[in-house]
């Protein structure tokens, strides 16, 4: 099974500033299946990146993915109140497994 | 846009079963692989089961098999999630969730809570 590490755990940040997560997966993903979400309190995740820095439909450009092999990131380029939420990584390559989460709070 | 609505959760006692429901709308449900992912009190998100568009192929996690049975019927837009033998370890938000370039439509959810 790939085994997904999200680092920082928390990043404290404040509106306007540039957020960079970072997924490391245990194994080379396939493909680049890699996938982005956001989950606000009380609701469901949101798909944000598909296939490591696809765009969803709908996603603002501010977010946007990179990354290939075992190393992705997840950039937020200018953070808006409603991105403070918390945002897993997912391997789709090899079965599925998602990381344990980046919570990206207001500093 | 896409719309999924999970139904059935609840407490149950340990050892005990449950049917899940979801039922789709605004898509080709018939066209689409679908899974179910299940989020554990303390946030962490697990894949549970997926069914192939044609309902041939399914798949499980392993501390699932054997005991959880994912089925669909796309003549009713519905899919579903036969849990039995639960477990404490089962209690957990489930989410039924749409697979095309990762999961792009999620439910909202329902709860499963298994205690005595």
């Known amino acids: 099974e790939i085994v997904l590490t999200q680092s920082p755990g928390t990043l404290s940040l404040s509106p306007g500033e540039r957020a960079t997560l970072s997924c490391r997966a245990s194994?080379?993903?396939?493909?680049?299946?890699l996938a982005w979400y956001q989950q606000k309190p009380g609701q469901a995740p949101r798909l944000l990146i598909y296939?490591?820095?696809n765009r969803a439909t709908g996603i603002p450009d501010r977010f946007s993915g990179s990354g290939s092999g075992t190393d992705f990131t997840l950039t937020i380029s200018r953070l808006e109140p409603e991105d403070f939420a918390v945002y897993y990584c997912?391997?789709?390559?090899?079965?599925?497994?998602f990381g344990p989460g980046t919570k990206v709070d207001i500093k | 846009e896409g719309q999924l609505v999970e139904s059935g959760g609840g407490l149950v006692q340990p050892g005990g079963s449950l049917r899940l429901s979801c039922s789709a709308s605004?898509?080709?449900?018939?066209?689409?692989?679908m899974h179910w992912v299940r989020q554990f009190p303390g946030k962490g998100l697990q894949y549970v089961s997926a069914?192939?568009?044609?309902?041939?192929?399914?798949d499980y996690t392993g501390s699932v098999k054997g005991r959880f049975t994912i089925s669909r019927d796309n003549s009713k837009n519905t899919l579903f999630l036969q849990m039995s033998s639960l477990r404490p370890e089962d209690t957990a938000v489930y989410y039924c969730?749409?697979?095309?370039?990762?999961?792009?439509?999620w439910g909202q959810g329902t709860l499963v809570a298994v205690s005595s």
């Open positions: 969730v749409r697979r095309i370039h990762g999961y792009d439509y």
């Open positions: 194994q080379s993903v396939s493909n680049n299946y």
């Open positions: 296939g490591a820095s």
């Open positions: 997912q391997q789709y390559g090899s079965s599925f497994t």
């Open positions: 069914i192939s568009s044609d309902g041939s192929g399914t």
């Open positions: 605004g898509f080709s449900f018939s066209a689409s692989a």
